[in-house]
């Protein structure tokens, strides 16, 4: 009865918060409220804290108000990730298609490139400082608090990034990913209000003194006292029409700038002639009452525009005398203006200098557009009303949350001060992919405290990602043990010659006659992945030069090398320098760029030009999955190889070969599900070998272990309160390792739990069998190899049996 009254309560408790957790808020017009972390300077952006999936686990966002899609780092797994402050995200198989709506209000009407509608849904978000995202778009849990005391967990669309493209490395914002908070249709306070949750109102308040909050929704906004102005009809961002410039209440040269809002940019961007109009101006007039002026201070490299005083600048307030306050007017409203006093658009340097924080857009590819950054939006209220088709502004005090807002989230968030100078930088070094250090100083507001981060072993490393299919090669994912067998047999058995290319023959001879003949045109190679394109370009370039092949022969992957950066310098400087090749059957160098369809348009366009002028000396193979993505232009210049998926014959006989040489043992069912799988594709049919020969190998991972020993926890008999206390502790213990704790840490949790189990029922002496848990605890406890038998006889219990399998314990009688 006792039991039965236990779990009955167990049951109405979870129902009542699940309930709890999926009401929909009690007024439509509720809003949610998150604290704000970060500065314009040292660390230059500003952040949210937001729970995603089930469990929740938090992310750090960067706040941007000038793009529509949010999405996080992906183990994917990850081609390319920057350094963050929490694990990747691990997507649970909840893709979303290409026939979504979202996917289509993404791409636009008619832009997708899916070959079918239950395709994965793949984006691009490109960034004007030519930074960019490449990923598949999921859905997953987002628990919101709103500021009526309700709780709902809408599933929201956001992007699964496997490969980020930074311009500096340097200067990365130290986040999990993107919250989008544009216009369209795509961004999470889109989707809160299609179901119906909050209104498509979006604010921020950024404190110049670091920190600040973030809002959606509309029922706490201020009734009077904010300078309203229309967003231009038809455009995708938060542009307010032109503006005129002036300086200390004087007009200016500096007429019809395009005002732009986003809170993504760190600094504000004039567009280049307004921008030698502006620093003229500032330059002219930067001299305090008595006349004296700013030194340029040129070793500053802070930022392109610095001055030096007699002294080191402490802060803004130093340099008030030099700097007048400077005002767009808007021009195509009456009396609407933006007022930029010295703070929103200076900043003093870790060196006391100042600087100008407005810069050049023309140098980042903006044009004519006028970007005002969070230098310039720092204490105002800034409000996005997407419901009105307007953004408003007013000065504010953004160091707190405004009274009306004092009692929300003041348990479940902590929102820090901003670092110091001294302390961002050792933050800064810690974060650097080039660090080698195992503790690292972390600072929280008034208090900095020394946190040991965990080595984590690769070879006992058992978490379990999705692969998707991505732009990018797809890799094995479970990592392979320290021998000859970690070497990915995709690379291992790839075909050294063009004899050993058995599919595509009539395409493989052609190039070949080609080549003999010295006729070799630019090639490009399409068709679905694992089909043979790479291989055979790569075997017809060791046929061509041998041992020359690293000097003649430039391999690049657009999926890491993308930009047109990399077509003007790599690919240039190669094809314009002349090289001298010794033993080698051809003088004409080549350029191979493998899934050349994830190249920018830009990029594309610069190496046509490219080709067009060291067509004598270089021959160019393109090598892409969807030829429709690259431009008409290119193709021309270009002879077209479509290669088909392989045949199951093909497929089979490679892979015999490789089960041979491997001296694997695969049933003929085995071999047949593998085919069907690759679908033609042999890479993968591959790398689904490998990875399946190393879990194999591998045995049980820990986790396994965990959840095959929680069934039969139930089953013996003890204590009620011993049980719910073990159980419990197992699922502490699987909780942290979904999260990639470290695999040894975790087993020692686990040998404690259970010897606090023993001890509890040895107290009671409520067991009569304790030798054969006595059996079980020494099998976690004692250290043991792969494959390792003990054949002495342990117990009689089922419990025995079962831990044969668990924890390597021989056969019982």
């Given at each position: 009865?006792?039991?039965r009254a236990?779990?009955?309560?167990?049951?109405?408790?979870?129902?009542?918060?699940?309930?709890?957790?999926?009401?929909?808020?009690?007024?439509?017009?509720?809003?949610?409220?998150?604290?704000v972390?970060?500065?314009?300077?040292?660390?230059?952006?500003?952040?949210?804290?937001?729970?995603?999936g089930?469990?929740?686990?938090?992310?750090?966002?960067?706040?941007?108000?000038?793009?529509?899609?949010?999405?996080?780092?992906?183990?994917?797994?990850?081609?390319?990730?920057?350094?963050?402050?929490?694990?990747?995200?691990?997507?649970?198989?909840?893709?979303?298609?290409?026939?979504?709506?979202?996917?289509?209000?993404?791409?636009?009407?008619?832009?997708?490139?899916?070959?079918?509608?239950?395709?994965?849904?793949?984006?691009?978000?490109?960034?004007?400082?030519?930074?960019?995202?490449?990923?598949?778009?999921?859905?997953?849990?987002?628990?919101?608090?709103?500021?009526?005391?309700?709780?709902?967990?809408?599933?929201?669309a956001?992007?699964?990034?496997?490969?980020?493209?930074?311009?500096?490395?340097?200067?990365?914002?130290?986040?999990?990913?993107?919250?989008?908070?544009?216009?369209?249709?795509?961004?999470?306070?889109?989707?809160?209000?299609?179901?119906?949750?909050?209104?498509?109102?979006?604010?921020?308040?950024?404190?110049?003194?670091?920190?600040?909050?973030?809002?959606?929704?509309?029922?706490?906004?201020?009734?009077?006292?904010?300078?309203?102005?229309?967003?231009?009809?038809?455009?995708?961002?938060?542009s307010?029409?032109?503006?005129d410039?002036?300086?200390?209440?004087?007009?200016?040269?500096?007429?019809?700038?395009?005002?732009?809002?986003?809170?993504?940019?760190?600094?504000?961007?004039?567009?280049?002639?307004?921008?030698?109009g502006?620093?003229?101006?500032?330059?002219?007039?930067?001299?305090?009452?008595?006349?004296?002026?700013?030194?340029?201070?040129?070793?500053?490299?802070?930022?392109?525009?610095?001055?030096?005083?007699?002294?080191?600048?402490?802060?803004?307030?130093?340099?008030?005398?030099?700097?007048?306050?400077?005002?767009?007017?808007?021009?195509?409203?009456?009396?609407?203006?933006?007022?930029?006093?010295?703070?929103?658009?200076?900043?003093?340097?870790?060196?006391?200098?100042?600087?100008l924080g407005?810069?050049?857009?023309?140098?980042?590819?903006?044009?004519?557009?006028n970007?005002?950054?969070?230098?310039?939006?720092?204490?105002?209220?800034?409000?996005?009303?997407n419901?009105?088709?307007?953004?408003?502004?007013?000065?504010?005090?953004?160091?707190?949350?405004?009274?009306?807002?004092?009692?929300?989230?003041?348990?479940?968030?902590h929102?820090?001060?901003?670092?110091?100078?001294?302390?961002?930088?050792?933050?800064?070094?810690?974060?650097?992919?080039?660090?080698?250090?195992?503790?690292?100083?972390?600072v929280?507001?008034?208090?900095?405290?020394?946190?040991?981060?965990?080595?984590?072993?690769?070879d006992?490393?058992?978490?379990?990602?999705?692969?998707?299919?991505?732009?990018g090669?797809?890799?094995?994912?479970?990592?392979?043990?320290?021998?000859?067998?970690?070497?990915?047999?995709?690379?291992k058995?790839?075909?050294?010659?063009?004899?050993?290319?058995?599919?595509?023959?009539?395409?493989?001879?052609?190039?070949?006659?080609?080549?003999?003949?010295?006729?070799?045109?630019?090639?490009?190679?399409?068709?679905p992945?694992?089909?043979?394109?790479?291989?055979?370009?790569?075997?017809?370039?060791?046929?061509?030069?041998?041992?020359?092949?690293?000097?003649?022969?430039?391999?690049?992957?657009?999926?890491?090398?993308?930009?047109?950066?990399?077509?003007?310098?790599?690919?240039?400087?190669?094809?314009?320098?002349?090289?001298?090749?010794?033993?080698?059957?051809?003088?004409?160098?080549?350029?191979?760029?493998?899934?050349?369809?994830?190249?920018?348009k830009?990029?594309?366009?610069?190496?046509?030009?490219?080709?067009?002028?060291?067509?004598?000396?270089?021959?160019?193979a393109?090598?892409c999955?969807?030829?429709?993505?690259?431009?008409?232009?290119?193709?021309?210049?270009?002879?077209?190889?479509?290669?088909?998926?392989?045949?199951?014959?093909?497929?089979?006989?490679?892979?015999k070969?490789?089960?041979?040489?491997?001296?694997?043992?695969?049933?003929?069912?085995?071999?047949?599900?593998?085919?069907?799988?690759?679908?033609?594709?042999?890479?993968?049919?591959l790398?689904?070998?490998?990875e399946?020969?190393?879990?194999?190998?591998?045995?049980?991972?820990l986790?396994?272990?965990?959840?095959?020993?929680?069934?039969?926890?139930?089953?013996?008999k003890?204590?009620?309160?011993?049980?719910?206390?073990?159980?419990?502790?197992?699922?502490?213990?699987?909780?942290?390792?979904?999260?990639?704790?470290?695999?040894?840490?975790?087993?020692?949790?686990?040998?404690?739990?259970?010897?606090?189990?023993?001890?509890?029922?040895?107290?009671?002496?409520?067991?009569?069998?304790l030798?054969?848990?006595?059996?079980?605890?020494?099998?976690?406890?004692?250290?043991?190899?792969?494959?390792?038998?003990n054949?002495?006889?342990?117990?009689?219990?089922?419990f025995?049996?079962?831990s044969?399998?668990?924890?390597?314990?021989?056969?019982?009688?």
């Open positions: 009865m006792y039991l236990v779990v009955l309560f167990l049951l109405t408790w979870i129902a009542a918060a699940a309930y709890q957790h999926q009401k929909p808020p009690k007024s439509a017009k509720a809003s949610v409220v998150f604290p972390s970060g500065n314009v300077y040292p660390k230059g952006y500003y952040h949210v804290a937001i729970n995603v089930q469990p929740p686990k938090p992310y750090f966002f960067d706040i941007d108000t000038g793009s529509d899609l949010t999405w996080l780092q992906c183990d994917a797994p990850c081609l390319k990730c920057t350094p963050a402050p929490h694990s990747l995200y691990k997507p649970k198989g909840n893709l979303i298609t290409c026939q979504d709506p979202l996917c289509v209000s993404l791409h636009g009407p008619g832009i997708s490139n899916c070959r079918a509608p239950q395709e994965q849904c793949d984006y691009q978000v490109d960034y004007a400082d030519h930074g960019s995202s490449l990923g598949v778009l999921v859905k997953d849990s987002f628990p919101i608090k709103f500021t009526n005391g309700s709780v709902v967990t809408p599933q929201l956001f992007g699964c990034g496997y490969n980020q493209q930074v311009p500096d490395s340097a200067h990365l914002p130290y986040v999990d990913g993107v919250l989008g908070l544009g216009i369209g249709k795509p961004s999470i306070l889109a989707q809160l209000r299609d179901m119906g949750l909050t209104k498509n109102v979006v604010g921020h308040c950024l404190s110049g003194k670091g920190g600040g909050f973030l809002f959606f929704g509309d029922d706490f906004l201020p009734k009077s006292g904010i300078v309203w102005k229309p967003v231009l009809s038809q455009s995708k961002h938060y307010l029409g032109p503006a410039l002036q300086f200390g209440g004087q007009a200016t040269n500096v007429k019809g700038l395009q005002i732009v809002f986003d809170s993504g940019s760190t600094y504000t961007y004039f567009s280049s002639q307004a921008y030698k502006l620093v003229s101006v500032v330059r002219f007039n930067k001299r305090d009452l008595n006349g004296k002026q700013l030194k340029d201070a040129l070793e500053d490299k802070s930022l392109p525009l610095c001055w030096k005083g007699a002294k080191p600048f402490k802060s803004i307030r130093d340099v008030i005398n030099y700097f007048k306050p400077l005002v767009l007017n808007f021009t195509n409203t009456t009396n609407i203006q933006l007022q930029l006093r010295p703070e929103s658009y200076l900043i003093v340097t870790e060196h006391g200098n100042v600087c407005i810069l050049d857009g023309g140098e980042v590819g903006l044009g004519n557009i970007v005002i950054g969070d230098i310039s939006l720092q204490d105002k209220l800034v409000i996005y009303d419901e009105r088709q307007q953004v408003g502004w007013a000065p504010a005090n953004c160091d707190r949350l405004p009274k009306d807002w004092s009692i929300i989230y003041r348990r479940q968030f929102c820090p001060a901003h670092a110091t100078i001294k302390e961002e930088r050792e933050r800064r070094n810690c974060r650097s992919p080039k660090s080698n250090s195992k503790r690292c100083r972390v929280s507001g008034e208090m900095a405290e020394v946190v040991s981060l965990m080595d984590i072993d690769d006992n490393d058992n978490s379990h990602s999705l692969k998707l299919n991505s732009k090669k797809n890799v094995v994912v479970s990592a392979a043990p320290s021998d000859s067998k970690a070497t990915p047999w995709v690379e058995y790839r075909p050294q010659s063009l004899d050993d290319v058995a599919a595509h023959r009539d395409i493989v001879e052609t190039i070949d006659r080609l080549a003999s003949g010295n006729r070799l045109p630019h090639l490009l190679l399409y068709g992945p694992g089909t043979g394109k790479t291989s055979t370009v790569l075997a017809l370039a060791r046929k061509l030069y041998g041992n020359q092949l690293p000097n003649m022969v430039l391999e690049l992957n657009a999926s890491d090398d993308r930009g047109i950066d990399v077509v003007r310098q790599q690919i240039q400087d190669f094809a314009s320098t002349q090289s001298i090749s010794f033993g080698a059957k051809s003088a004409i160098k080549l350029v191979l760029l493998d899934e050349a369809d994830a190249m920018t830009d990029a594309q366009f610069a190496l046509r030009r490219v080709i067009e002028k060291y067509t004598k000396s270089t021959r160019f393109l090598i999955n969807n030829v429709n993505k690259i431009i008409p232009a290119l193709q021309s210049r270009c002879t077209r190889f479509r290669f088909a998926p392989l045949d199951a014959v093909h497929v089979t006989e490679r892979l070969h490789v089960i041979s040489a491997e001296e694997l043992d695969v049933p003929e069912n085995g071999l047949k599900a593998l085919v069907r799988l690759s679908n033609g594709d042999m890479r993968k049919a790398n689904i070998l490998q399946s020969e190393i879990k194999t190998r591998k045995g049980l991972a986790v396994d272990i965990v959840r095959e020993v929680t069934m039969f926890v139930f089953k013996i003890m204590p009620p309160d011993v049980r719910i206390h073990l159980i419990n502790e197992m699922a502490e213990i699987e909780y942290r390792l979904s999260l990639a704790c470290n695999d040894k840490l975790q087993l020692g949790s686990l040998v404690a739990a259970f010897t606090r189990a023993r001890a509890s029922l040895v107290a009671a002496g409520k067991i009569m069998k030798n054969c848990f006595d059996k079980c605890y020494s099998s976690l406890a004692a250290p043991r190899k792969h494959h390792e038998v054949h002495e006889k342990v117990c009689k219990w089922n025995a049996r079962v044969a399998d668990l924890f390597t314990i021989g056969p019982t009688t």
